[in-house]
């Protein structure tokens, strides 16, 4: 969003009155038409396989307390971590902002983040995460750490979209040579999953979540948390105190 407007404000409602006297709305849902057509351009823009159309919408919630705007976009972006779009608005000086999630033919979406390598890799590291992948090594820049305790970072995430409107969202956090998971779901004003207890994963060895020897896979420690948060912030925490038999 610009600092400063390049059309003054009288040129914009100059504007806008030309299109509301052609139309047979009433003015003030004339200008709520003119915002959801420049959300269904937006969209349209970046997701072309959707096809949007937002005219039918008819729901409208309006906050006039910046604070209250910020605590709301806040606690979206956060314990949901959505896909955001932005955009200028010139017609109304305002910026429009998307909050959804990318449903793509098959409901299923996988994503892959890597951060650049900050220890020394071993050579199986180097092999699988640097040698043929983009990954930005700058040896000047490598800390002193083992690379088992602080190597390659890499965050792997499923997302499933259900037809009961639901999401799914599966994290796989590989740090080193360990690997760390998590399950949310999303449904209504819930939030729940399952997260492997962090103790367990302060206490694995490289290569751990790796082993093919089923008798040495029964003996891992698989213990997680249950958790769930309501819509009014409050959190449940079960906790599983036992080994997985």
């Known amino acids: 969003m ?18 509301i006297n052609y139309c047979s709305l009433p003015p003030s849902m004339t200008k709520r038409a003119l915002i959801l057509k420049g959300f269904q351009d937006m969209m349209n823009k970046f997701l072309r396989d959707r096809g949007f159309n937002f005219l039918d919408r008819n729901y409208i919630e309006e906050y006039k307390d910046p604070n209250t705007v910020r605590q709301i976009l806040a606690k ?28 793509p033919p098959g409901r299923l979406l996988r994503r892959q983040w890597s951060h650049p390598v900050r220890v020394m890799p071993d050579f199986a590291e180097w092999k699988k995460f640097v040698k043929d992948q983009d990954l930005k090594v700058d040896s000047s820049r490598l800390l002193d ?12 995430t499923k997302f499933c979209y259900p037809s009961d409107n639901s999401v799914i969202r599966i994290d796989k956090y590989n740090i080193g040579q360990r690997i760390m998971g998590e399950s949310q779901i999303f449904k209504d004003n819930l939030i729940f999953g399952i997260t492997e207890k962090q103790d367990v994963f302060a206490s694995k060895v490289s290569n751990e979540d790796k082993l093919r020897n089923r008798d040495a896979k029964q003996l891992q420690d698989k213990r997680c948390d249950f958790w769930l948060t309501f819509d009014n912030g409050v959190r449940l925490t079960i906790e599983m105190q036992d080994s997985m038999q």
């Open 2 to 19: 610009p600092e400063k407007s390049a059309l003054r404000q009288a040129t914009r409602e100059s504007n806008q009155d030309q299109i």
């Open 145 to 156: 750490l083992p690379a088992d305790k602080a190597g390659v970072v890499r965050i792997n």
């Open 76 to 103: 979206a972006l956060t314990h949901h971590r959505p896909d955001v779009l932005t955009e200028y608005f010139e017609m109304d000086d305002g910026l429009l902002v998307s909050i959804f999630y990318k449903n």
